[in-house]
């Protein structure tokens, strides 16, 4: 197993967590209040993070490029917080809309890797793909 690997399962898990409770979260607030409660706690934990590392001693190189990068990468995870409240809000099954949300992301960034880093893709890659529509298309047919 590639050192990566376990890690990688654990901020799945995490994402699961961060998933499950959005979906319960969603049929008690409003999508923007969810949205910034949530936004809150993260940058709590982050800034946590930081300080620990702050006060370690480690060098902590910042560049505009990574700034603009971070933020737009954040505007992304905002957007898609409040849509995820909207979307559990109208009902939809945490087993169906998060398979959904989730398989569309991997596939819209596969495609952004492809087309935007030149990315290179493996028949076996591809045919996950091609799984992930199909298993989005089954999803969103059943419902």
Partial sequence: MSNWLPLALLTALCLASYNFFLKLAAEHLPPAVGAVVLQLVAAALGGAWLLRLKLQGQPLPVSGKGL???????????LAEILAF????????ASVGTPVIVGGSVLFTAVLGLVALREGLSWPQAGGLVLVVAGIALLARGH
Avoid: D, I, Q
């Avoid at 603009?68 to 905002?78: Q, S």
């Fill in 68 to 78: 603009g990068l971070a933020a737009l990468a954040g505007l992304g995870v905002g």
């Fill in 86 to 93: 909207v979307v559990f809000r109208r009902g939809v099954p």
